[in-house]
Each structure stands twice: as structure tokens, then as C-alpha cells.
């Protein structure tokens, strides 16, 4: 789940979710416009996700700047445990269970200025989607598979493709074309190297997972639907 716009990563076996930029291991994808714009505050990711998560407090705990107001070159944002400033980091990676919460670590560029107002809003998506499905906060799986890049593989699978259905419903508005295709390479990307994996290890678990990861197909259709949603879990709050 290494490297992306939004996705987990696995380092130095600490589970880090977030948005990476650079070295991206789905690399297909990537386009040629220029990024830098520091236009990006915390708070604006905070409406983004209150105007589509009211709740979003509930497994968000803050929204901050990390170590520096500029992205590394590898990460636009990333999910840390509460207190924590650099999803990179190991010792910062988010918690896992039931009720948990976590902050999101934004940069002032996360967003580069050609993005549409569509993708801002995908991405915000896709983050508060990783951080309710590790709160259990769906009835979805939550699983380790023993392999860093694996489990990577699965979280972020089951991530982009809950943000390419929504996308194909028009919850965000209009994708521009290259952010189309580039949603589906990356839902692509992680479908087939987690299909892969279970494929190679034990097929017939194909039959429980592959019910929440419909074929991605070639272009963004509404397929499958919304992950059954479990009641906020008491023990979550804003305020961890």
C-alpha cells in the first residue's frame, strides 16, 4: 500500500494511512502537473469532511499541519495515532480497534491548485474512510495478514474502491478525466496485488473477500453498494 494520493503505507512494520505523492508503487497513474501551492489549511479539510461526515469527529480526533507546512516529497497527507506529526514515522502510525480515533496530518499543498473541487473531496473521503474502518466503524473486515505489503494491499484496496463507487454516484461532483482514470489505477492497482496474494495462498478465501472488492473494470461505474455502517462506537469521541 506504498505510495499514492491517498492511500496506506507500511514502514518499518508500523501501518501508515494517508495520501502519498512520490515514490508510488501504482506509479501508472501519476500525471505532470505542477504541484506546490500552499492553499490548504486544516480547517478547509475539516469542512470538506463536515459537509459530507458530520460525524467525522467521531474517528478524527484533529486535523493539523505536520512537521513542516510543506509535504515531503512522498506524502500529501497521512493518518498518525492522536499527538502524532509525521505519518512517515513508525512510532506515530495510527491505532487499530474498536472505537479508536486517530488525528489527520495535512500540508498546506496537499491539494495542488489544478485539482478539482471533486477530487478535494474524494480524498477527504478516502481519509475518513480509513479512519472509520479502523475503528470497526463499518462491517467490514479488519484483518492482518502477517505481510506488511499485504495487509497494505487490502486496506487500501477496500478504500479506493468505496471512493470509486461514491465518485461514480456523483457525491463529489466532476471528476476531470486524468482524476477518473487515475482513481480506477489506483483501486486497480491494489484489487489485483491483493487479489494476487489470496489467489496464491488460499483461493478459496476469494469467496469471503472478493464480496467487498468488485472488479474494477475500465472506467468508473456504480457497482456493489454503500459498506453496512455499525453504530458509532461508544468509546470514540473527539477528544482523545
Not at 488525528?103 to 479512519?131: K, S
Not at 471528476?175 to 495462498?201: G, P
Request: with cysteine; proline share 7%.
Amino acid at each position: 500500500m506504498e505510495n499514492g494520493y491517498v492511500w496506506t503505507v507500511r514502514r518499518r512494520g508500523a501501518l501508515l494511512l494517508g495520501t502519498t505523492g512520490a515514490a508510488l508503487l501504482c506509479a501508472a497513474a501519476l500525471t505532470s502537473q505542477p504541484a506546490r501551492a500552499a492553499d490548504l489549511s486544516p480547517d478547509q479539510v475539516a469542512g470538506l469532511l463536515a459537509s459530507m461526515h458530520p460525524d467525522y469527529t467521531t474517528y478524527i480526533h484533529e486535523i493539523r499541519y505536520g512537521r513542516s507546512r510543506l509535504r515531503p516529497l512522498s506524502i500529501y497527507a497521512g493518518l498518525v495515532r492522536p499527538g502524532g506529526t509525521d505519518p512517515r514515522d513508525a512510532d506515530d502510525g495510527p491505532r487499530i480497534g474498536r472505537g479508536v480515533v486517530n488525528d489527520l496530518i495535512v500540508y498546506a499543498d496537499t491539494f495542488e491548485p489544478w485539482r478539482t473541487p471533486a477530487w478535494r473531496l474524494l480524498i477527504a473521503d478516502h481519509e475518513y474512510f480509513h479512519a472509520r474502518h479502523l475503528a470497526k466503524g463499518y462491517d467490514l473486515p479488519l484483518v492482518g495478514f502477517g505481510v506488511a505489503s499485504v495487509d497494505t494491499d487490502y486496506l487500501e484496496a477496500i478504500a479506493w474502491q468505496y471512493v470509486t463507487r461514491r465518485a461514480a454516484d456523483g457525491v463529489y461532483g466532476t471528476l476531470s478525466r486524468a482524476e477518473s482514470a487515475e482513481v480506477l489505477s489506483r483501486y486497480r492497482c491494489y484489487y489485483e496485488d491483493f487479489r494476487r496474494y489470496v489467489f496464491r495462498t488460499q483461493p478459496s478465501a476469494w469467496a469471503h473477500y472478493g464480496r467487498f472488492l468488485p472488479d474494477p473494470g475500465t472506467r468508473i461505474t456504480s457497482a456493489g453498494s454503500a459498506p453496512t455502517e455499525e453504530p458509532p462506537p461508544e468509546a470514540a469521541g473527539g477528544t482523545r
